[in-house]
């Protein structure tokens, strides 16, 4: 073995190792089998899975106030659920007779454990309340990701005999059918009017007959028991004996006796309107075609449902689709008539599949731009080898993903594309470096690439561990944007080890056969001449004016103050607006939402009606496809209706619009340009029922309750409402502040029924049978159920009064009751009738009272942060209240209100992001004072690092691109790329040192010498950069890195060795010590 053999590092010596082995292609073949494996067992999903549990907990408080509700139910349930470990909030709404609470868990909370541990503590504390209270049992109802239905199915109809409840029983019929697809989780259908046996009572009848609901009470549940089949043996034989029959028709039911009049049987018939058919809707929901879809039925609105179909954790949301769809299309016929339509509303399969697949395309686009760069570079057979390793590095990656718990998704794909600049980066240094030392005339493969490889395997190493360095912390991010975006710093992180592998075993294998007929077939030729004669004439020219004595201190001087001054006026960009800053830009999907808040007493009908108004004009919005309206109810859930807690917005006066769009590739406006464009209409349209309005698009991360959320604390409730309205005034005045709204219910009316209590003793009565019956007689009370074969649900008979004699409160205050001495007393003899108001609801965060006001922003800038910014400047002036941006209030006995929403998101965001760029760079320093033994030789090398800014500021500028937090990840992500680069510039002049080269000699070569694997290496990612540009959510990190990386580079290749040599010249002894 030769002295040069002995004195291989590492690198070198795992280069010489796998150089002729036979295993070294199993190894790269093994990995991209690997890959393969893993691109075919990856599920596939739009959105990266957030584990984010919630869980909401109804404890029904029949008849409380409000404020009863607040202080004997949601106050102590709240403390009991602030106490549990890994809770990071508690809501309540306390409302008339019922608490709602809601559980946030923290991100990444396991949700077993977390739900396993609230049932825990809630039943565990079941005690701390009366038993005659009258305070129901706790529901408790756990929400997660997963309960986010990825398609959903609207079935309409042409036909006008077909209603909410003929389509209803087809949904249920096909609800079974769908279950049994592989990987669906929960299915449901929104919109259906479900099937009752309807007992409308005729109150004059009843009052003929001397009949009261208790006697039609028992009469109905009499006659419809029924004992399980008893045994009788006769003559050795069992005999099963069944007593009675079940109600199995609507005429059984009429024909029942109820009471005995006069001697003769009063029948059910006789005292009122049976029917077998729907109830009441207590929702509707439509289906509209707009003009974009094509067809002349717009703005024609159908009786619809909508069949909703969440998947199972960890499954593949495409596969699943796909079957489901499938599912669909093989029940036609058989469980779907022909004359019902089946539209595919909601499908994140198939765009999951589409986005996928156009990342994937852009990946091997982006490959194929790195591999060409080398084919113009090195030669073809250069690129050859960075390709295969390229491919290589990529597979294994990918198996990497998978194997730590990825999906494929837009962000982890993204991450692969953002990496294979930097994935490269190993094999083009290592070929690069090989192709020099043959174009200087090495022959011997055998011997030549072992030492070139090591010659640059030191600085590889550390540069490789840099970028890691730079990006790991990064997935330590807290909040909902930390799993978000956690792929791309770990698969970056994976693919930038398994490179290194690569560009040490796999590479110099591939170069050696590669190379080996080459250089055989051109051993007598000359030497081509070298690039790097011309390269070190310009250094030198270059270079001199910054090394010569006394001019080349002044230069060096001006030179440091051309580069602060170019800092100072990048970051005055940010100041004077030229570059906006925001949490992430709208993505351009296919869809948004219109909620629609009617004031507090609006009957569905009017809710529906206002609905409809603002359907027909959205039919005219060339955009729209189509758009189903739920009044009454919620469209199935999104993630951001899971966090906005949509599936709780059930009553008359709430609804919204599902407004889904044609495909992004057929029109030209943006969804967000869309959304933006029929807001003012929209809201002119609300405007005349006085009902608030929100233009819901997707969010492009995280969502929140809204983009700008002000919450109101104080000591008294109403003095907050009243604070409230002060604020709301502000955000009213403030410039692009739009769908503004609070959490202030609009005082209503109601009827007080007050029993006198003493008068209904003398007379018999208990308030117990009045409330029961008026509860009977108004809501409906479902007395006793049908039994039918075919039947899905359970179909009650409900007995209530008919709509109008509802209507009529003397109507309903004539009812008669029986009272215990055997007489019929009318309720109007009992009670009184009052008017007053509806009761508020109380909402409550964090054990204390809170009211909300809430906000988006639109216009020029478009983002929250300069909406909120301009609120706070004068809120404070205006409602004398002090504001806190981050912090809950210190004094919750004073009014205050804290800033939420978007921009909490973003301060936790960009505060741990710096918190990671800052233990990147301490992480890098440490690596660099290992590496050279230097306390000083690290600042050098990490000083390009604010030559960044001069790229990327002005690039978001010059492309008009906002600054988010993609901006930000391709800014940390630049700290190690860009530090790469010195270690190199340094690393090499080392080396010439201790040659015994001149200090001037060797500044001047590294930057020739280096110059064409530091372009390489820059070009390659700039090239990976460019394929995400157009993406609205990542091109910031696109800009980043193209602009951070082209200027920087450039700098880089003056500043580091002119710094280096200002810094080092007179400590060359140090030099001579480094390793």
Known sequence: MTDAANSLGLSGNVAKRFLTTEITPLLALVGFLLGVFAVALTPREEEPQINVTFANVFIAFPGASPAEVESLIAGPAEQVLAEIEGVEHVYSTSMPGLAVLTVQFVVGENRTDAIVRLYNKIYLNKDWLPPNLGVAQPVIKPKGIDDVPILTATLWSEDDTIGSYELGQIAHSIEAELKRVQGTRQIYTVGDTPRVVQV???????????????????????????????????????????AGTFFSTADQVADLVVAVHQGQPVYLSDVATITDGPALPKQYVHFSHGVGSGTNAIAIERPAVTIAVAKQAGTNAVDIADRVTQRFEQLKGSHIPANINVSITRNYGATADSKAKKLINKLVFATASVVFLVLITLGWREAIIVGSAVIVTLAMTLFASWAWGFTLNRVSLFALIFSIGILVDDAIVVVENIHRHIALGARNLIEAIPRAVDEVGGPTILATFTV??????????????????????????????????????????????????????????????????????????????????????????????????????????????????????????SEFQVVLDMPEGSSLEQTARVLQDIGHYLSTVREVKDYQVYAGT??????????????????????????????????????????????????????????????????????????????????????????????????ENTADIVDIDDSIEVASDKNLVIVDRSRAALLGLTQQQVADALATVLDGEDMTYMHLDDARYAVPVRVEYAEDDKADIEQVLSLQLMSNKGTLVPLSEVVVLRIGSRDRSISHKDLLPVVYVTADMAGETDSPLYGMFGIAGQAEHATGMTQWLVNTPENPYEYSFKWDGEWQITYETFRDMGIAYSVGLLLIYLLVVAQFKSYIVPLVIMAPIPLT????LPGHAILDKQFTATSMIGMIALAGIIVRNSILLVDFINQELRRGVAFETAVMSSAAVRAKPIVLTGVAAMAGAFFILDDPIFSGLAVSLISGILVSTVLTLVVIPVVYYAVMQKRLDQIMQMD
Not at 708 to 731: N, T, W
Not at 949 to 952: F, K, Q, V, W
Request: glycine fraction near 6%; charge should be positive.
């Open 200 to 242: 409308l009572l005729d109150p004059q009848a009843m009052s003929a007959y001397q009949l009261d609901i208790d006697r039609l009470r028992h009469a109905l549940q009499a006659g419809n028991r029924v004992h399980q089949p008893l045994q009788v043996t006769t003559n050795n034989r069992e005999i099963l004996v069944k």
């Open 949 to 952: 800014i001069i790229g990327i």
């Open 634 to 731: 919620a469209a199935p859930i999104s993630f951001n209706g899971l966090v906005r807690q949509y599936y709780l917005r059930e009553d008359d006066h709430l609804g919204d619009i599902q407004v889904n769009l044609v495909d992004k590739h057929e029109r030209e406006r943006q969804s967000h340009e869309i959304a933006a464009s029929v807001r003012d209409q929209i809201q002119a349209i609300a405007a005349q029922h006085l009902a608030a309005v929100k233009i819901v698009e997707v969010p492009p991360g995280p969502p929140v309750m809204a983009s700008l959320v002000a919450e109101i604390y104080g000591i008294d409730y109403d003095g907050q409402i009243r604070q409230a309205k002060s604020l709301r005034a502000v955000f």
């Open 468 to 589: 890691i360095a730079a990006l790991l912390p990064m997935a330590f991010v807290s909040g909902l944007m930390g799993p978000y975006m956690s792929p791309i710093p770990i698969n970056a992180s994976l693919g930038m080890l398994i490179s290194l592998a690569v560009a040490f075993v796999f590479t110099p294998w591939l170069t050696q056969k590669m190379l080996a007929s080459h250089i055989g077939a051109g051993a007598h030729a000359e030497p081509p001449a070298s690039s790097e004669t011309r390269l070190l004439q310009l250094a030198t020219r270059v270079f001199e004016p910054f090394l010569e004595g006394r001019r080349g201190l002044v230069n060096r001087r001006w030179l440091l103050a051309g580069i602060l001054l170019l800092i100072l006026l990048s970051c005055l960009l940010v100041v004077g607006r030229f570059v906006i800053l925001k949490m992430l830009p709208f993505d351009n999907k």
